[in-house]
C-alpha cells in the first residue's frame, strides 16, 4: 500500500474509534499506527497536505481525551516520537499542531500516577519537541506541566528526575515568563538548593541539566552572582568542558555546548574565560572532537566554536589553534604536520554530500569564514597559502553547478552552500596574495554557469505576483546572485574574460528581480552589494533601469499591500497565546492556520473532496464490505458535513469576534480614535482658517510665476549640470587609471620602504665599521710616531758607529783586501741609506698626507657610507707602505749588525 492509502485507512479507523470507542476499533487503529510506524516517508506529516495534517491533528486530539484507551495513547505517542525524529515534523508538531498542550494535559491526567509509561513517554518527547524551541507560557496546561516538573525534581530517587530536568531545562531556556512564573513561586529557594546539590551528582547529565536550569533562573540574581563567582568559575570551566569532552552522549554534549554559548552571552563571564589558563588545553581537545563520527556532537562543537568566534580574544586564540605554526599551537592540538588537523576537519564538514547533515556543513563553513576574517589581519596570514590550497577545491566544488534537477530540498541546501562558498571567497579576495590564489583556480565560467542556473531555477519566475521575499529559496538564491556578481567584480582584473562576462551579465534583464529584491530588503549587507551592483551597471548602455525601477516600485506596493491585510498573516504561535474561542470542532491546527477566510473554505473543499477520494479508491474489496464501508462513510460524511457547516459558522464568528483579532486591532483602533479626533479639530481649524488660504492663494499664484522664472533658470542649469555629468564621465575613466597607478606606487612605496629599512641596517653596520677603522688608524699614527723616533735613534747610532769606523781603520790597514772591500760596501750601505733617507722623507711627507686625510675624513663623515670601499682600497695600500717601511727598517738592522760584527744593536719595532 502506498502512504495515501494508508493514512486513508489510518483517519477511517480514528473516526471509526471517535464514534465507538470499542476494543474491536481500538484494535484496528493500533494496527494502522504500526502500519503507519513502518513507512519511511516521516517528511510526509512535514507538509501541508490536508490528509496527513487532518491525520495528526486527530491522533493529537485522542492522545489528548483522558477517556482514551492508555495503549492506544502508548501507540500514538510512540508514533508521533517516531515522526519527531525528522526536523521539520518536530518543527510542524509544535507549532501547527499544539502537541507540547496535548502532551502536558496527558500528564496532568496521568498526574496522580506517575509511574505510569505513558507519563515517561510523554516526558521524553516533550523534551524531543522542546529543545531549542520556545514555549509560551500562556499556553494550555503549562503551569500544571512546571509544578508537575518541580515536584519530581525535588523527590529523592525518582525515575523521572532526569526527564524532568532536561524538560525543565527546555522550557527555562530562552524563556523570560516561565522563569518569572518559577521565580514567583513559594518553594523557589528549596528548588535552588535541590538544583545546587544536583551539581554533585555522579552523572554528568544530572550535572548539565542543573547547571542549564540554574544560568536560566539565576544568571543575573545574587545566587547566580555567588554560583558563578571568580572563584568557582575556573571550576565550572572545566566541569563544562569535561562534559563536552567526555561526556555520556550527544544528548550531554548537547546541553552542555548549549550551556557554554549561554554562559558567553554575559561579558563578566565570557572575560573570566578569556582569562581561563587551561583554555588553550580544552579548546584543543574540543577541536578533536571534529574528527568524531557522529555528525550531531559535530554540528554542536561548531555552534560552539562559532560562539567563541563572538568574543574577540577566544577568536584570536581559537584562529591561532587552527591557523598557528605547530610550534606556536598547543602542545596537544596535534601532531607537527604541514596543514593542522582541526582545519582538515573543518574542510571534510564543508565537503559533505547534499544528502548528509545540513547543519554542520552550514556551520563549518559559516566557521571558516569568521576564522578567514581574523587570520588575514593576524600574522598567521603567511601560513594560510597552503590552506587555502586545500580549500579552494572545496568552495569551487560548491560552485558547481548540479547536473541533475534536484528536489526543492536539495535545492534549497545547494543554494544555501554556494552562498557560504561564495562568502569565504569574497573573504580571500580582501588580501591581495590571497586574492590572486583565488583568481588563478577561478573561472569566469563557472561564475557564470551559476548565475544561469540561478536565474533559471524556479524561484525567478515568480514575478511581480508572489514576490522574491516570501519565498526562502528565493532569498537564497537572490543572496546567491549579487554575491556571484560581487566576486565577479572583485577578481574581474585578474582572470581572463571575467570582465567581459561580468558587464555582460549585467544588462541581462533576469538580474531586476535579485536587485529590487535587494534594494527594498530590510537587511543592510543585501542593500549594500545591490547598491554596489547598481553602481557597475548604471553607466552600461543597455542596464534596464527602468524596469529596476518599476520592480522596485511593485515590490513596495506589495510590501504596502501586505502590511494592510497582515491579519491574514498572523503567525501560529501568537494564536497560542489567545485563548480559544471555538468550539471542539475548531481544535484541529489545520482550521486553525494563518490564512484568509476564504482560503480556510477553499480547504474544506479540499477536505470533502479528498473524502470522496476515499470513496472512489475502495473497489477491490467484496460488495458487502463495499456496502458497509459505504453505509460507514455516508454516515461519517453526514456528520462530517454537519461538523464542517458548524465549523464555518464557528469560524466567521471567530474571524469576526475573536480575542486574537481584538489583541492585533486593538491598537490600530486607538490609533484610529486618535486620528479621528485630531480630524475633527483639524476639521474645525480648516473651516477657520479658510479665507486666510485664499489670500495665501493670491500669494502663491505669484510665488508660482517666481518658481517658472526659477524652473527656467534650473533648466539652464541643468544643462550644465549634463556638461559636468559628462567631464564626471570622462573623469571617472581618468580615475581609476590614478587607482590603479596610486595600488602600484603603494606596492613600489611597501618595497621601498623594505629596501630602505635594509639599507638604514647596513648603514648603521658600517658607522660602527668606519668607527672601528678610526681606532686602527689612531693606533697606526702612534706607531708611526714610534717609528719615526726610533729611526732618529738609529740615525744617531748610525753616526757614532761611522767615527768608530774611522778609527778602526788604522787597525785593520793589515787586511787592506778585506778593508777594501769593507769600503765597497760601506760605499754601497751609504748609498743605500741615503736612498733610505729619502724613501724616509718621502714616508714622512706621505703621513702628513695621511693625517690630513684623516682629518678630512672626520669632517667628512656623512659621505664615508659611499666613499667607504674607496678609504678601504686606501688604507690597504697604507699598510702596503708599513710592511715596506718595516721591511726597510729590518734590513738597516741586518746592514747595521754586518758592518760591526763586535757589537750587537738590538731594534724593537
Known sequence: MDATSCLKSLLLAINQYKNNKSVSNATQLQRQLDVISGLKSTRLFSSNQVLPSECLSCLIELAGDPNTNTSLTLKIIGLLSHLASEEETREALHTSYSLTSALASVIHCNSSTPSEPVVLQCIQLLQRITYNVRVFHSSANIDELLTFLMYHIQSPDDELTMPCLGLMANLCRHNMSVQAHIKSLNNVKGFYRTLISFLAHNRLTVVVFALSILTSLTINEEVGEKLFHAKNIHQTFQLIFNIIVNGDGTLTRKYAVDLLVDLLKNPKISDYLTRYEHFNLCLSQVLGLLHGKDPDSAAKVLELLISFCSVASLRRLLCQALFAPPSVRAPSSGKNNKTPE??????????????????????????????????????????????????????????????????????????????????????????????????????ARACVSQLEFQFSSSWMDVGFVNPVADSDHGQVGADVVLKTLDLM?????????????????????????????????????????????????????????????ESIAANNAYRLQEAQYSISRTPAHELHEQPSTLGKGCSSPHYTSNSPQRSNIQNLIEKLQAGVELKEEIKDVRVSELMDVYEQKISALASKEGRLQDLLEAKALALAQADRLIAQYRCQRAQAEAEARKLAALLKDAERNNEELGALLKSQQLESERAKTDIQQLFNHNRKLQAVAEEHESLKGSFTEVVQKLDASEKQLKELQVSHNSLSKQAEALKKHNENVKLQHDKTMAQLTEMEDKRKQLSREIQEKESRISNLQQKIRIQEEKTKQQEKEKDEMEETIEILRKELSKTELARKELSIKASSLEIQMSQMEVRLEEKEAVIKSQREEMNKHSHMIAMIHSLSSGKLKTDTVNLSL
Open 489 to 549: 567584480s572583485k577578481i574581474k582584473q585578474f582572470v581572463p574574460n571575467m570582465e567581459t562576462s561580468f558587464y555582460k551579465m549585467l544588462q541581462d534583464q533576469r538580474l531586476i528581480t535579485p536587485l529590487s529584491f535587494a534594494l527594498t530588503s530590510d537587511l543592510r549587507h543585501r542593500v549594500e552589494a545591490a547598491l554596489r551592483i547598481v553602481f557597475e551597471a548604471a553607466p552600461l548602455p543597455d542596464f534596464p533601469a527602468i524596469m529596476l525601477g
Open 342 to 443: 582541526p582545519v582538515i576537519a573543518l574542510i571534510h564538514c564543508s565537503s559533505l554530500p547534499l544528502e548528509g547533515p545540513e547543519n554542520s556543513t552550514l556551520q563549518a563553513l559559516e566557521l571558516l569564514k569568521e576564522m578567514l576574517e581574523e587570520a588575514i589581519d593576524s600574522p598567521c596570514c603567511s601560513t594560510m597559502h597552503q590552506f587555502v590550497d586545500l580549500l579552494l577545491p572545496v568552495l569551487l566544488d560548491l560552485l558547481q553547478t548540479p547536473g541533475q534537477i534536484l528536489d526543492e530540498s536539495l535545492a534549497k541546501k545547494k543554494c544555501a552552500r554556494t552562498s557560504r562558498a561564495i562568502d569565504i571567497l569574497l573573504v580571500l579576495c580582501g588580501d591581495e596574495s590571497l586574492k590572486f590564489q583565488v583568481s588563478e583556480k577561478l573561472t
